[in-house]
């Protein structure tokens, strides 16, 4: 284990243990992004604040594992078996974890924004405090599963196994199951892509003078994100992605249309008064 702390350790160092048995293995803090790790094996391997940027985990075998703060954005696990994992604190932004085992895991304070969670087992886990945003939540849970403090957009549906069998619940009905539990929880609705709008806020700018706006709008199931910029159009952002990454720390809120309207209104004017 030392020997492999010390590889991942050299600069631009790529992981390629795909299949290998890592069980038990402390790799804490270590910077693997990118890496190769399908089929592997990392059985109650302690992984706090490990860096999975990118990895492609499929199928690997994470049950028990501590992965308390790790990085698992854009991570690819599907298939991958979670069980009894600990991803408390961890940042799973724009992972897939399609056909994902995670049954008994914890996923305490979890980002999960623009994850994609399809087939995915969540019987007996704990999301309290988890966010979501645009997520696909096509999952698996019981009763047991805890959403206490879950927060943002979903697309359904969603599973619910119980005692008298599994029933399946989308819209109202996904929202009523989750917020009655504790959640705070919208569902997106599928027909009617949304467009959402953003006001960039923080010391000085308030919500209703932001520095900026920006929108998310849904095509053909593909998010497309825009800011109205200084050429008075809407144009192309990273802005959104990078925030859901943890790399920009600029605060922003969601808004209304009308609250959006005004301020492209406000700006439009404000620039057509320059000479």
Same mark, same amino acid.
């Given at each position: 284990?030392?020997?492999?702390?010390?590889?991942?350790?050299?600069?631009?160092?790529?992981?390629?243990?795909?299949?290998?048995?890592?069980?038990?293995?402390?790799?804490?803090?270590?910077?693997?992004?990118?890496?190769?790790?399908?089929?592997?094996?990392?059985?109650?391997?302690?992984?706090?604040?490990?860096?999975?940027?990118?990895?492609?985990?499929?199928?690997?075998?994470? %049950? #028990? +594992?501590?992965?308390?703060? @790790?990085?698992?954005?854009? /991570?690819?696990?599907?298939? *991958? &078996? $979670? !069980?009894? =994992?600990?991803? %408390? #604190? +961890?940042?799973?932004?724009? @992972?897939?974890?399609?056909? /994902?085992?995670?049954?008994? *895991? &914890? $996923? !305490?304070? =979890?980002?999960? %924004?623009? +994850?994609?969670?399809?087939?995915?087992?969540?019987?007996? /886990?704990?999301?309290?405090? *988890? &966010? $979501? !945003?645009?997520?696909?939540?096509?999952?698996?849970?019981?009763?047991?599963?805890?959403?206490?403090?879950?927060?943002?957009?979903?697309?359904?549906?969603?599973?619910?196994?119980?005692?008298?069998?599994?029933?399946?619940?989308?819209?109202?009905?996904?929202?009523?199951?989750?917020?009655?539990?504790?959640?705070?929880?919208?569902?997106?609705?599928?027909?009617?892509?949304?467009?959402?709008?953003?006001?960039?806020?923080?010391?000085?700018?308030?919500?209703?003078?932001?520095?900026?706006?920006?929108?998310?709008?849904?095509?053909?199931?593909?998010?497309?994100?825009?800011?109205?910029?200084?050429?008075?159009?809407?144009?192309?952002?990273?802005?959104?992605?990078?925030?859901?990454?943890?790399?920009?720390?600029?605060?922003?809120?969601?808004?209304?249309?009308?609250?959006?309207?005004?301020?492209?209104?406000?700006?439009?004017?404000?620039?057509?008064?320059?000479?």
């Amino acid at each position: 284990m030392a020997a492999l702390r010390e590889w991942v350790g050299q600069p631009d160092s790529l992981l390629e243990v795909a299949g290998l048995d890592l069980t038990a293995a402390d790799l804490s803090g270590a910077d693997v992004g990118g890496g190769m790790l399908t089929g592997t094996t990392l059985r109650d391997a302690v992984l706090v604040g490990t860096d999975f940027y990118r990895c492609h985990m499929e199928g690997a075998v994470l %049950d #028990g +594992a501590d992965l308390t703060g @790790a990085w698992l954005a854009k /991570a690819v696990l599907d298939d *991958a &078996s $979670l !069980r009894g =994992a600990k991803l %408390d #604190g +961890a940042n799973l932004g724009s @992972a897939e974890l399609s056909e /994902a085992d995670a049954r008994g *895991a &914890s $996923l !305490r304070g =979890a980002r999960l %924004d623009c +994850a994609t969670l399809l087939g995915t087992l969540l019987q007996g /886990a704990d999301l309290s405090g *988890a &966010s $979501l !945003r645009e997520t696909s939540f096509t999952v698996v849970v019981d009763e047991h599963t805890v959403v206490q403090e879950l927060s943002g957009t979903v697309f359904g549906p969603m599973v619910v196994e119980g005692a008298g069998g599994r029933g399946e619940l989308d819209g109202r009905a996904l929202e009523l199951w989750l917020n009655g539990r504790g959640a705070d929880v919208r569902v997106i609705d599928p027909a009617a892509p949304p467009v959402t709008y953003y006001a960039k806020t923080g010391d000085g700018y308030p919500r209703s003078g932001p520095r900026g706006i920006v929108r998310r709008r849904f095509l053909g199931g593909v998010a497309y994100d825009e800011a109205f910029t200084r050429n008075v159009r809407w144009e192309p952002t990273e802005y959104l992605r990078l925030h859901e990454l943890g790399h920009n720390e600029i605060d922003h809120v969601e808004i209304t249309e009308a609250e959006a309207d005004a301020f492209v209104a406000a700006v439009t004017a404000k620039l057509r008064e320059r000479p």
